[in-house]
């Protein structure tokens, strides 16, 4: 069976500085590319938000104004959903192939692995409840450290 891959965005706690620098990558990659030849939104876009994000930053750097501010986060904003979109395309046109998503400059989430089988619930103990017909169990959580649904 073919692992299908999802694109993974990156952009958790980026800089604007490294905002402007993944969204020229992306273009970089992209532009020439058989496999990508019409991407949404457009490599002209994408650049031009880069632009606009740059200079909102430089101004930021500069002055340091509450406008400038401003702009930066919308600028920000503007080339985050512009990056999003482009994950969607390269996502749809890929079709979760893992070589065609890294030719678009975005990494892949990989897959979780199964942790295997859990130990038996340690100081297993029950209680009546007031409901008829139901029990509520207690327990010890376990020791695995994977382990989230037992603590």
């Given at each position: 069976m073919k692992t299908t891959y999802t694109v993974?965005?990156?952009?958790?706690?980026?800089?604007?500085?490294?905002?402007?620098?993944?969204?020229?990558?992306?273009?970089?990659?992209?532009?020439?590319?058989?496999?990508?030849?019409?991407?949404?939104?457009?490599?002209?876009?994408?650049?031009?938000?880069?632009?606009?994000?740059?200079?909102?930053?430089?101004?930021?750097?500069?002055?340091?104004?509450?406008?400038?501010?401003t702009e930066r986060d919308e600028a920000d904003k503007e080339l985050r959903d512009l990056i999003k979109e482009l994950a969607g395309y390269v996502q749809a046109v890929s079709k979760g192939d893992k070589p065609q998503v890294q030719d678009g400059a975005f990494d892949v989430v990989e897959p979780g692995e199964p942790i295997g089988e859990l130990p038996p619930p340690q100081a297993l103990g029950n209680r009546l409840t007031t409901m008829r017909g139901r029990v509520a169990l207690d327990w010890a959580g376990c020791t695995v450290r994977a382990c989230t649904r037992c603590t």
């Amino acid at each position: 069976m073919k692992t299908t891959y999802t694109v993974k965005l990156g952009l958790t706690g980026l800089t604007p500085t490294d905002l402007v620098k993944k969204g020229r990558n992306h273009v970089t990659m992209m532009t020439g590319s058989l496999l990508y030849t019409t991407p949404v939104p457009s490599l002209a876009t994408i650049t031009a938000a880069c632009d606009r994000l740059d200079a909102a930053n430089q101004a930021v750097l500069f002055n340091g104004g509450k406008l400038a501010y401003t702009e930066r986060d919308e600028a920000d904003k503007e080339l985050r959903d512009l990056i999003k979109e482009l994950a969607g395309y390269v996502q749809a046109v890929s079709k979760g192939d893992k070589p065609q998503v890294q030719d678009g400059a975005f990494d892949v989430v990989e897959p979780g692995e199964p942790i295997g089988e859990l130990p038996p619930p340690q100081a297993l103990g029950n209680r009546l409840t007031t409901m008829r017909g139901r029990v509520a169990l207690d327990w010890a959580g376990c020791t695995v450290r994977a382990c989230t649904r037992c603590t």
